[in-house]
């Protein structure tokens, strides 16, 4: 299932061949060692496979996901109680949160922002450290669908931990997107990017910004009544710029205005930093 001789020595990230849903869904860690062995495993259907030069793959579970299908209960269109609860603890930005993003040159959002913080969140592989926490909401309605963790470090890296972001599990996350600026900060001009940080990053042209999470939620971004003109931060990779352009097209047909950002690294987060392109 995996062409093992196609990756070098070291750790790699893959989109799973038994449970991917698309190319930019790498929940398959891979690991190549000194002698050339390697183990993989997916973090979401548990598809484990290891392989030995001298002998090729095998595979230890079946190659269908191991999903058990959540009974209607686990089921959420909107946010969960426990959901409602970690957004209810969860602390105005500060500390560790604060120097995250400055180490990451973004602009910070009001207090009453959809973005907070946890000192200690507990991770599924066990971690437990401070995280960004945000709330997402239905683009449309407003109304609660979903948290985003993302786990940091204060020198603006994510932490070492697979992987450093995570949605709810059982969650609707379609038609969400995260509110950086407080809804009271609505004007005829609205900026959106994919990522949190690359909002933040938008934010310093533009306010008030939305996070809408990932390419497909940007590609399905709602026309919405009274924003005029619409900026849009574009990831440059190939799921980026369908998406923007799938977005900006609709906007456009409705007869409102649609301005993209270009740069030659991935995203705008990475042109603030001064990060070089590859």
């Known amino acids: 299932m995996i062409s093992w001789t196609d990756y070098g020595l070291g750790s790699h990230r893959l989109t799973c061949p038994a449970c991917g849903r698309g190319p930019r869904d790498k929940t398959l860690g891979l690991t190549i060692k000194r002698d050339w062995s390697g183990v993989c495993h997916c973090y979401r259907c548990g598809l484990a496979e290891s392989y030995r030069p001298e ?35 969860s602390k105005s930005l500060s500390g560790i949160a604060l120097d995250y993003l400055n180490a990451r040159r973004c602009c910070i959002p009001p207090a009453d922002a959809d973005l907070r913080w946890h000192p200690a969140l507990k991770h599924p592989a066990g971690h437990a450290g401070p ?92 026309v919405l009544p009274g924003i005029e003109r619409l900026v849009i931060a574009r990831d440059n990779d190939p799921a980026g710029i369908r998406a923007v352009g799938t977005c900006a097209q609709r906007w456009a047909n409705a007869g409102r205005t649609v301005l993209v950002t270009q740069q030659q690294q991935n995203d705008l987060n990475d042109l603030v930093m001064g990060v070089t392109a590859a």
């Not at 599990?169 to 940080?197: N, Y």
């Open 55 to 89: 002998r090729g793959a095998h595979l230890s579970t079946p190659s269908k996901p191991r999903i058990k299908p959540a009974a209607p209960s686990e089921k959420h269109e909107t946010l969960s109680d426990w959901g409602h609860s970690l957004w209810a603890v």
């Open 131 to 222: 995280a960004l926490v945000a709330l997402i909401t239905d683009a449309l309605t407003g109304e609660p669908l979903s948290l985003h963790r993302t786990w940091i470090r204060a020198d603006g890296r994510k932490s070492d931990i697979d992987p450093p972001r995570l949605l709810l599990g059982g969650h609707r996350k379609q038609g969400g997107v995260i509110r950086l600026w407080p809804a009271g900060a609505a004007t005829p001009c609205l900026g959106i990017a994919e990522g949190i940080e690359t909002a933040l990053s938008l934010a310093w042209g533009v306010q008030p910004v939305l996070a809408c999470i990932d390419a497909g939620n940007l590609a399905a971004f709602p």
